[in-house]
Nanobody, 120 residues
């Protein structure tokens, strides 16, 4: 079994920054991809960012230029640096990992989620 433990969420003012961390433990490592998706109340799940084991990186359009994802394969961890946060970034952020072709819409595993709240 795999566990993903997230940390770093919280309350921040618009324009501020937060850094999310996620560490994976268990069998089946390393994963094809790791990343973050988010879901706000009443809204659809959306991709925030993902990184492939080969290094390719993807960002959701709303966060391009503001968020940066990084991955430490040796530590099975992934990080999300979020700058210039906006009220619309408020959501629960989930760390996920995927094996083979599984991604953010159908992750192999995901964390419990961490709340990010941006006050305007």
């Amino acid at each position: 079994q795999v566990q993903l433990v997230e940390s770093g969420g919280g309350l921040v003012e618009a324009g501020g920054s937060l850094r999310l961390s996620c560490v994976a433990s268990g069998s089946g490592l390393p994963f094809t991809r790791m990343g973050w998706y988010r879901q706000a109340p009443g809204k659809r799940r959306e991709l925030v960012a993902a990184v492939e084991s080969g290094g390719a990186i993807y960002y959701g359009d709303p966060v391009k230029g503001r968020f940066t994802i990084s991955r430490e394969n040796a530590e099975n961890s992934v990080y999300l640096q979020m700058n210039n946060l906006k009220a619309e970034d408020t959501a629960v952020y989930y760390c996920y990992c995927g094996i083979d072709d599984r991604g953010w819409t159908n992750p192999t595993y995901r964390g419990q989620g961490t709340q990010v709240t941006v006050s305007s």
